[in-house]
């Protein structure tokens, strides 16, 4: 049996998205399959790619080919460098910078809040103590 890792298309017609799986040769391109060992969002900034790297390089090592187009999605990951023991093994995927969490977002506006709120007391403890002191002057001059 001739075994292939290959897309699985999946999503709207304008909007794909893929599972990387391992399926007989034989078998259609969105039909049964022997295993999912990842994802691909080629939709998304950057390109969304999981692969189960222990399971493809299981498959690689067994004997699966892979197709053009998930030797290139192996390629980023650095699974196949690994596989075929080449320099370049950390692979050159980006990732998505992470949004920061609700609670430390609300942390650091409520910071922000009492910084401005502390500035204002402030300047409004100061006016009095200036208009104080204008008519001391004020005073001693008359």
């Known amino acids: 049996m001739a075994v292939k890792i290959r897309l699985k298309r999946l ?13 007989d040769s034989r ?26 790297s222990e399971r493809a390089q ?7 080919q892979p197709t053009e187009q998930v030797l290139a999605l192996l390629k980023v990951t650095g699974d196949w460098q690994k596989f ?9 995927l980006r990732t998505k910078a992470g949004k920061a ?4 977002a609300i942390e650091a506006a409520a910071a922000e809040a009492e910084k401005v709120k502390a500035k204002a007391a402030e300047a409004k403890a100061a006016a009095p103590a200036e208009a104080a002191d204008e008519s001391a ?4 001059e008359a």
């Open 58 to 64: 299981y498959w690689l090592g067994v004997g699966a």
């Open 84 to 92: 075929k023991g080449l320099p370049g093994a950390e692979g050159t």
């Open 27 to 52: 078998t259609k391109r969105d039909g049964r399959v022997i295993e999912e060992i990842g994802k691909y969002h080629p939709t998304e900034e950057p390109s969304l790619i999981e692969i189960t």
């Open 137 to 140: 002057e004020a005073e001693a």
């Open 11 to 23: 999503g709207k017609i304008r909007a794909p998205y893929y599972r990387v799986v391992v399926a």
């Open 101 to 104: 969490d609700a609670a430390s």
